[in-house]
């Protein structure tokens, strides 16, 4: 589902964009061009996540090794904090 969803930081202005909401997924993920378009901070992670695709086969990018800064989300009028999971999408 695509929802229109606004991210902030404590020191970058909102962004509005257009997310994908996949509900079956158990983790958050960003595209690392984003980050780096909206100057979001990242950070280095303990100990790298594998991530395997709908297939089962692993995620091209690679395991995951960053995640975000915490961002203040807004999707359909629910808040929450997220730290998101740092991918290359294609």
Do not use: W, Y
């Not at 975000?68 to 359909?76: A, K, R, Y």
């Amino acid at each position: 589902m695509l929802a229109q969803v606004e991210v902030s930081t404590i020191n970058n202005p909102l962004v509005h964009v257009l997310a994908l909401l996949n509900t079956s997924v158990n983790s958050c993920f960003m595209d690392r061009n984003f980050t780096k378009v909206h100057k979001i901070s990242l950070r280095k992670i303990h100990c790298p996540v594998f991530v395997v695709v709908i297939d089962g086969r692993p995620i091209a990018s690679g395991n995951i090794v960053e995640e975000s800064e915490p961002l203040h989300v807004v999707v359909h009028n629910l808040a929450c904090i997220i730290s998101f999971n740092i991918t290359s999408s294609p």
